[in-house]
Nanobody, 119 residues
Framework: QVQLVESGGGLVQAGGSLRLSCAAS????????MGWYRQAPGKQRELVAV???????NYADSVKGRFTISRDNAKNTVDLQMNSLKPEDTAVYYC?????????????WGKGTLVTVSP
């Protein structure tokens, strides 16, 4: 069993910053990609940023230049530094990881953390 626990959400004014953190724990042999997704009210969940175990990174166009993803492979953590936040960044942010706990790689999700950006 693997758990992903997010932290760092909250309320911030437009132009402000927040840092999200996610820690994976449990029966982990290795973790492939780790990433952040978000889901705004009435919208589908969308990719925000993803980072592979080798450090390759992909960002959604809407956050390029404002958000930075990083991970610590030794600690099984992934962070998302969010700067210059906009009201349209308001969403529940979910951590995701592809975890090898045995023979297979399985996809895990955190419960989400709410980010609210006020105008």
């Amino acid at each position: 069993q693997v758990q992903l626990v997010e932290s760092g959400g909250g309320l911030v004014q437009a132009g402000g910053s927040l840092r999200l953190s996610c820690a994976a724990s449990g029966s982990i042999i290795s973790i492939n990609a780790m990433g952040w997704y978000r889901q705004a009210p009435g919208k589908q969940r969308e990719l925000v940023a993803v980072i592979t175990s080798g450090g390759s990174i992909n960002y959604a166009d809407s956050v390029k230049g404002r958000f930075t993803i990083s991970r610590d492979n030794a600690k099984n953590t992934v962070d998302l530094q969010m700067n210059s936040l906009k009201p349209e960044d308001t969403a529940v942010y979910y951590c995701n990881a592809g975890v090898r706990g045995g023979y297979y790689v399985m996809d895990y999700w955190g419960k989400g953390t709410l980010v609210t950006v006020s105008p």
